[in-house]
């Protein structure tokens, strides 16, 4: 069964940095896109960031564009987001999610069930 | 930007009675080529990740009880919940993929009993 298993998330002050990972199982890792979505407290969902299967091709959304890098590992089944300039809006729970075509941008199959990232003073 | 609008913000229904949540898209989601609305409905309940209901506007994910159903086409789409169970409360969203990368969602609908 597809898996997806965040970690990283802590609380820090605006400015500073984190990254997260996502450990992926289940499926053909290397074959799919993946996603970063967030979702603010009591608020809706955001799509961040999106990877190719080989991680050639990334996109951001505009507000954290510059800030934050995606990445792959796919020889350990592993996603990542590299997070610098913190800033307080961008506290939320983070979600990887896995794309549900060989493409990178359809919708989205399957997630995890996020980490949680506080950005306060 | 291909902004989704979900109406209403929130509905309360009786049990086995229908529940219709609407979503509208800024610009047509209507792939000519293939036919495909690319559009797609999530449920999300407490504490829980979302989890895929419809994909392609219409296409039930495996799993998804019959209850669930999506339509529309273009710009307008409706999800409906025939038959409402306690279980069905949950916040719903649409998400479009037309134009990827730039994905987007509705603000989401919050369905509760009666």
């Known amino acids: 069964q597809v898996q997806l298993v965040e970690s990283g998330g802590d609380v820090v002050q605006p400015g500073r940095s984190l990254r997260l990972s996502c450990a992926a199982s289940?499926?053909?890792?290397?074959?799919?896109?993946m996603h970063w979505v967030r979702q603010a407290p009591g608020k809706g969902l955001e799509s961040v960031a999106i990877i190719s299967k080989d991680g050639s091709n990334k996109y951001y959304t505009d507000s954290v564009k510059g800030r934050f890098t995606i990445s792959r590992d796919n020889s350990k089944n592993t996603l990542y987001l590299q997070m610098n300039s913190l800033r307080l809006e961008d506290t939320a729970l983070y979600y990887c999610a896995k794309d549900a075509y060989y493409s990178s941008g359809t919708y989205f199959d399957y997630w995890g069930q996020g980490t949680l990232v506080t950005v306060s003073p | 930007d291909i902004v989704m609008t979900q109406s209403p913000d929130s509905l309360a229904v009786s049990l086995g009675e229908r529940a219709t949540i609407n979503c509208k898209s800024s610009q047509s989601v209507l792939y000519s080529s293939n036919k495909k609305n690319y559009l797609a409905w999530y449920q999300q309940k407490p504490g829980q990740p979302p989890k895929l209901l419809i994909y392609w506007a219409s296409t039930r994910e495996s799993g998804v009880p019959d209850r669930f159903s999506g339509s529309g086409s273009g710009t307008d789409f409706t999800l409906t919940i025939s038959s409402l169970q306690a279980e069905d409360v949950a916040v719903y969203y649409c998400q479009q993929f037309y134009g990827t990368p730039q994905l987007s969602f509705g603000g989401g609908t919050k369905v509760e009993i009666k």
């Open positions: 289940g499926f053909a890792f290397s074959s799919y896109g």
